[in-house]
C-alpha cells in the first residue's frame, strides 16, 4: 500500500508562484501515473495535471496550461507541481493520487489519494 503526502501549500497573492510536492512512502510510483487535483469549497475535485512516471508524459486541465508544471524526481519519488501565476480561482485544496488508468482525468479512476494541501490566492 502506497500513501502519498502533499506539502507546499500556503496563502499567497495573485501573481505569484507555489511548488508543491507529492512524495510517495511504501512503494515507488513505477508503472503508475500521478494526477494532481484540486478541490474548492462546494465544488466536486477537478483534474489539474498528470504525469506518467516511466516515460514522463505529461498532461494538464485547459484552466491551468502554461502556468502549471507537473514533474517529477525519481531519486525521491515525488512529484512536483510548479504553479506560476496564481489567481484567487486556484484557491483550493490540492490532491495528488495514483492511476494505472494513464489516459484519465475523472477522479474516481484515481486511487492513493493523500491528505491534501491548502492553496490560498488573495486578489
Known amino acids: 500500500q502506497v500513501q502519498l503526502e502533499e506539502s507546499g501549500g500556503g496563502l499567497v497573492q495573485a501573481g505569484d508562484s507555489l511548488k508543491l510536492s507529492c512524495t510517495a512512502s511504501?512503494?515507488?510510483?513505477?508503472?503508475?501515473?500521478i494526477g494532481w487535483f484540486r478541490q474548492a469549497p462546494g465544488m466536486e475535485r477537478e483534474f489539474v495535471a498528470r504525469?506518467?512516471?516511466?516515460?514522463?508524459?505529461?498532461y494538464y486541465a485547459d484552466s491551468v496550461m502554461g502556468r502549471f508544471t507537473i514533474s517529477r524526481d525519481n531519486v525521491v519519488n515525488t512529484v512536483y507541481l510548479d504553479m506560476n501565476s496564481l489567481q484567487p480561482e486556484d484557491t483550493a485544496v490540492y490532491y495528488c493520487?495514483?492511476?494505472?488508468?494513464?489516459?484519465?482525468?475523472?477522479?474516481?479512476?484515481?486511487?492513493?489519494w493523500g491528505q491534501g494541501t491548502q492553496v490560498t490566492v488573495s486578489s
Open positions: 511504501g512503494r515507488t510510483f513505477r508503472n503508475y501515473a
Open positions: 493520487a495514483t492511476t494505472r488508468i494513464f489516459g484519465s482525468t475523472w477522479a474516481a479512476h484515481y486511487n492513493d
Open positions: 504525469i506518467t512516471w516511466d516515460i514522463g508524459t505529461t
